[in-house]
């Protein structure tokens, strides 16, 4: 028996504690793009892109009005959201600057082309589309070798 996830597991949704479920809904849906599915009123809300029940789910059951947890302490560090391709991830970078939202960063990983930011509660989300599997840098034994490159931001802005 082995005890290796089969290969065609994925992570199905991430569910978050936010203070304010409107202003995380303002980001989730109105800058990052994704779907309102159900709302229970003012205390939870799941979204999704391109039908799925859920990707996201968002409660305050825990945290309404309450301040982020400190840098430097356990939890989640981000959530990556991948995008289809780098018009997609172009368009979701330009609605996050209009929104006024600071860019922590930017990366090229080989693997894939990445933006780090904040959502209103102070989680990392990482916005990212893959390369295709054999544009992969490998090793010279076929090993995958992710790089941390620089991605050119202003580059990308001209995909939107």
């Given at each position: 028996m082995s005890s290796l996830a089969p290969a065609a597991t994925r992570v199905g949704h991430v569910h978050l504690k936010v203070a304010d479920l409107d202003r995380a809904i303002e980001f989730y849906s109105g800058v990052l793009g994704f779907e309102v599915t159900q709302r229970y009123g003012p205390q939870a809300a799941f979204l999704s892109a391109g039908g799925y029940h859920h990707h996201i789910g968002l409660n305050t059951w825990e945290?309404?009005?309450?301040?982020?947890?400190?840098?430097?302490?356990?939890?989640?560090?981000?959530?990556?959201?991948?995008?289809?391709d780098r018009k997609s991830l172009a368009q979701v970078l330009q609605r996050a600057i209009s929104a006024g939202i600071p860019i922590d960063g930017?990366?090229?990983h080989g693997v894939s082309e990445a933006i780090y930011l904040r959502d209103p509660d102070q989680n990392g989300v990482e916005l990212c589309r893959d390369r295709p599997e054999a544009e992969w840098p490998r090793d010279v034994e076929g090993k995958l070798a992710m790089v941390n490159s620089r991605f050119d931001l202003r580059k990308l802005l001209t995909e939107a």
């Open positions: 945290s309404a009005g309450a301040q982020p947890p400190p840098p430097g302490h356990p939890g989640l560090y981000h959530t990556a959201f991948l995008y289809p930017a990366a090229d």
